[in-house]
């Protein structure tokens, strides 16, 4: 079942709704401290020993449990390292969902970078992830996923495989590296797309680039499409992105209309 988000709702009438769905249970989960053990066996990692996790860690966490869990971690990383954090994490989320769980939902990821990255969802049923706002990396190097979010920070994506990311607003360097994915967003920053492969980025409001594509001198995108329905962003795509690249104009109807093909010099 995908992740809706409800016409003219935004995100926040999902965070609700799943809060109170689970309120009691994530309650409980907070008063009891019930994650004072995988606090505490966290800390004997380091960045040596950090991919011990995946073998070490048996607990199934449930996907409101990891985001209580979450909750919980926030602001430890003065006594955590913030990679032993975030390989935690995507251990969790990994492992939750080869258990035959989905539809992870979190609120903001304040803290945490690369929450969520090198995971593996699968063609047939991929790992669906609701989110508010993340830090850099969110979802890099994963594979069949899907993110739907209102805010993402830098990097959002990076090295992703097979993956749609669908956003409100995302930072600079926005699927850097993707290949075969799909990135929609209301506004995003300079970047976006480097050297990515055969993906697609849809930009429906605004696009921030640098000065005549400057970022994507050693880092030119090959076979991407770039769509917009707005005159102003197709002139900064026409302006910035490589040739090579498709650019593509969304009408009012809806229908694309190609200004730019891969083939055209």
């Known amino acids: 079942m995908e992740i809706r988000i409800k016409k003219d709702s935004g995100?926040?009438?999902?965070?609700?709704?799943?809060?109170?769905?689970?309120?009691?249970?994530?309650k409980e989960i907070k008063e009891s401290n019930r994650f004072s053990s995988l606090i505490e066996r966290s800390k004997k990692y380091n960045w040596n020993n950090v991919l011990q996790m995946k073998s070490d860690?048996?607990?199934?966490?449930?996907?409101?449990?990891?985001?209580?869990?979450?909750?919980?971690?926030?602001?430890?990383?003065?006594?955590?390292?913030?990679?032993?954090?975030?390989?935690?994490?995507?251990?969790?989320i990994q492992k939750s969902y080869e258990a035959g769980n989905n539809d992870f939902v979190f609120n903001d990821v304040k803290s945490i970078l690369s929450v969520a990255?090198?995971?593996?969802?699968?063609?047939?049923?991929?790992?669906?992830?609701q989110v508010r706002k993340v830090q850099n990396l969110f979802g890099a190097y994963s594979n069949h996923i899907l993110v739907k979010g209102e805010?993402?920070?830098?990097?959002?994506?990076?090295?992703?495989?097979n993956s749609r990311f669908v956003f409100e607003q995302v930072g600079e360097w926005c699927g850097p590296r993707a290949?075969?994915?799909?990135?929609?967003?209301?506004k995003v920053g300079a970047g976006v797309g480097s050297s990515s492969i055969k993906s697609t980025?849809?930009?429906?409001?605004e696009y921030y680039p640098q000065s005549y594509g400057f970022e994507y001198k050693n880092n030119h995108p090959r076979k991407c499409t770039y769509k917009t329905p707005k005159?102003?962003?197709?002139?900064?795509?026409?302006?910035?992105?490589p040739k090579g690249n498709q650019l593509v104009f969304i009408t009012p109807e809806g229908k694309d209309i190609i200004i730019r093909d891969f083939d055209e010099r």
Do not use: W
């Open 179 to 186: 290949e075969n994915c799909y990135f929609e967003m209301k």
């Open 117 to 129: 990255s090198e995971i593996e969802g699968r063609k047939e049923d991929v790992l669906k992830i």
């Open 11 to 26: 995100i926040e009438t999902i965070v609700k709704e799943f809060q109170e769905q689970e309120v009691e249970s994530v």
């Open 231 to 241: 005159n102003k962003v197709l002139e900064k795509f026409l302006e910035t992105i």
């Open 57 to 92: 860690i048996k607990e199934i966490l449930k996907p409101y449990e990891i985001a209580a869990f979450l909750e919980l971690m926030q602001g430890r990383e003065e006594k955590i390292d913030s990679v032993v954090i975030s390989h935690f994490f995507k251990t969790l």
């Open 151 to 161: 805010y993402a920070k830098d990097g959002l994506g990076e090295s992703a495989k």
């Open 201 to 205: 980025f849809v930009v429906l409001e």
